[in-house]
C-alpha cells in the first residue's frame, strides 16, 4: 500500500488532478499482522474503517479523499503499531 501512496503522490498530487487514480482494496480483517501485539482493542474497526476510505478513494479520488486514507493509516499505527508513523506522515499531502 505504501508504494501505492508513493506513487499517487508522484502522479496526481503536484497538480491536484486525480482522474484514474485508484488503490488496492485491502481487507485488512483477514490479513495477519506482523506482530500479535498489532491486535489491539478496536483493530477491527480501524481496518473496516480504513477499507471504506479506500473505497470512498476509489469511487471519488480527490485530495480529500486521498487525505482520508493517509489519516485512517495513521489513527491505526498511532493505536497498534507506531512504528511507520514516520513514513505515513510523509505521504500526507502539503498544505497549499
Known sequence: LDSELVGLLARHAADD??????????????????DSSMLVEGY????????????????QPSAD?????VNGCLSCHMRACPGPIERINKRQLETR
Open 44 to 59: 477491527t474497526a480501524f481496518a473496516i474503517a480504513f477499507g471504506k476510505h479506500v473505497e470512498a478513494f476509489n469511487a
Open 17 to 34: 488532478d486525480w482522474k484514474g487514480a485508484t488503490l488496492s482494496e485491502l481487507d485488512l480483517t483477514h490479513m495477519m499482522p506482523t
Open 65 to 69: 479523499t486521498y487525505s482520508e486514507v
